[in-house]
């Protein structure tokens, strides 16, 4: 019970969520962790985001590229690059086509280091505070429009 009211805390005093600094920000959610992921969706929405997280069985490009074009309905995507089974590097190769922007959040960068040696993509490390994250997805989006607007 103690566990729960200092994890409550440590949220409710993020900066990010009394800013509500993603407020309605979509973001697409690819965590093969459960907990992890609901963790992560749960903090995000704190500070106004929609998160989608897909069915762990979903988590194929194919699913979620093609199924429903679950990719025009989401701003930005946040990636664990080693998702069990397989590493989100294909992922990240569709997201950059679609010119959707998208950082890293893992605990295993060499996962997907091919890709990163090839595209500049923000990398957070876990574990990480959700500010952290916030800050990282905002500073991601600043950046996308300033080269749209150059």
Aim: a neutral charge.
């Amino acid at each position: 019970m103690q566990k729960v009211r200092i994890f409550d805390m440590l949220y409710r005093s993020s900066s990010a969520a009394r800013l509500n600094a993603l407020d309605g920000l979509r973001v697409l959610l690819l965590e093969d962790d459960p907990l992890t992921a609901w963790h992560l969706a749960a903090n995000l929405g704190k500070c106004g985001a929609v998160a989608y997280t897909p069915r762990r069985s979903a988590l194929s490009a194919d699913s979620l590229f093609e199924e429903a074009g679950m990719i025009s309905k989401v701003d930005v995507a946040i990636l664990d690059a080693d998702l069990g089974t397989h590493t989100s590097e294909t992922f990240a190769r569709r997201l950059h086509a679609s010119n959707v922007p998208f950082l890293f959040y893992t605990g295993d960068k060499s996962a997907v280091a091919g890709f990163l040696r090839e595209h500049d993509v923000p990398v957070v490390e876990k574990p990480a505070h959700v500010d952290t994250i916030a800050r990282t997805t905002l500073g991601l989006l600043a950046s996308r429009r300033m080269s749209a607007d150059a």
